[in-house]
Nanobody, 123 residues
Framework: QVQLLESGGGLGQAGGSLRLSCAAS????????MGWYRQTPGKQRELVAD???????NYANSVKGRFTISRDNAKNTVYLQMNSLKPEDTAVYYC?????????????????WGQGILVTVSS
C-alpha cells in the first residue's frame, strides 16, 4: 500500500555532513507527520526529528542546532540534513510517515516505517 524508500546514508566524518532522504509512494491521499528515528544496538529506537504537513518541527535535544528536517509535500519526501556530525550520531536511521491511504472500501490511516539506513560517523 505505502512504501518508504530511504537514501543518503553511509560514512561521514566527525564535523562533516550527510543528508538523508525518504520518499513515500503508494496509494497515498495525504501524509500528516513525517519523521526520522534512530536506533543503536541494545537501545530503544528514539525520535530524531519530525515535521507536520504544516512544517511544524520537533527535534531531539541531542540534535538541535545541528540537524534540520524538511519536507516536499508535492514529492511526499522528507529530508534530514545532518551537520556537525558526531560519532554518537552513528545509528540506523528510520523514516516514519503517518499516512491516509485509499483502499477499496474507502480510506484508512496507516503508520509506515522504512527499512532503515545505516549512518556511521568516524572520529
Amino acid at each position: 500500500q505505502v512504501q518508504l524508500l530511504e537514501s543518503g546514508g553511509g560514512l561521514g566524518q566527525a564535523g562533516g555532513s550527510l543528508r538523508l532522504s525518504c520518499a513515500a509512494s503508494g496509494s497515498i491521499v495525504s501524509i500528516d507527520v513525517m519523521g526520522w528515528y534512530r536506533q543503536t544496538p541494545g537501545k530503544q529506537r528514539e525520535l530524531v526529528a519530525d515535521i507536520t504537513n504544516r512544517d511544524g518541527t520537533n527535534y531531539a535535544n541531542s540534535v538541535k542546532g545541528r540537524f534540520t528536517i524538511s519536507r516536499d509535500n508535492a514529492k511526499n519526501t522528507v529530508y534530514l540534513q545532518m551537520n556537525s556530525l558526531k560519532p554518537e550520531d552513528t545509528a540506523v536511521y528510520y523514516c516514519r510517515a503517518g499516512t491516509l491511504v485509499r483502499v477499496t472500501t474507502g480510506y484508512r490511516t496507516l503508520d509506515v516505517w522504512g527499512q532503515g539506513i545505516l549512518v556511521t560517523v568516524s572520529s
